[in-house]
């Protein structure tokens, strides 16, 4: 574990900031890989402070699947059953699996992607958390900054917080 110094909280509460920025771009409800695996960098990092990693302790890593992922998977699993298993079902079990398969498709494409991944608006809300947590740790004084690097840190984990917030209230609004 490693020593939160004032230098590395003032550069977390900016990386909140522009986090929180760089997530508004992107589509809510879908799956951004290079997103969650910069996310799950940052998270692991986070955790390796003495001071955020009790806090920080439940929130879990992003899961980087995609909805094509899964089809792929689906796929590759049909074909791997039918190669195999074509001698046993017969033309009637092979055509069933045929249309099963179809059908598997068709589930995942309309299944939602928050079910199985880590949609941006799920990233957003694990960034909240990280916001909240720093600012726990400004307000409780334990970081013994200056006066103006306090409000600084505290405009920056305003803004991340009212952009994070906005952004999820936007993805339940529709």
Known sequence: MAELTRKEFYDLA???????????RFDQ???NRQQCRQFNSWL?????????????????????VTRYDLMIVAFILWLMSLLFLRE???IAGTRILA??????????????????????ELLEA?????VETLEALL???EMDVTEAVFFKIKE???TARRELRQQIHLAHSR
């Open 44 to 64: 692991a990092k986070l955790k390796t402070y003495d001071q955020l990693a009790p806090e920080l302790q439940d929130v879990s890593a992003a899961r980087p």
């Open 156 to 158: 920056n984990l305003n």
């Open 126 to 130: 694990k960034v909240l958390r990280v």
């Open 99 to 120: 249309f099963s398969m179809w059908g598997l498709v068709i589930l995942l494409y309309f299944l939602p992607e928050s079910l199985y991944a880590t949609t941006v």
């Open 29 to 31: 409800n879908r799956v």
């Open 14 to 24: 900016d990386q909140c900031r522009e986090r929180a920025l760089e997530l508004a």
């Open 139 to 141: 307000v409780s004084q």
């Open 88 to 90: 046993q079902l017969g």
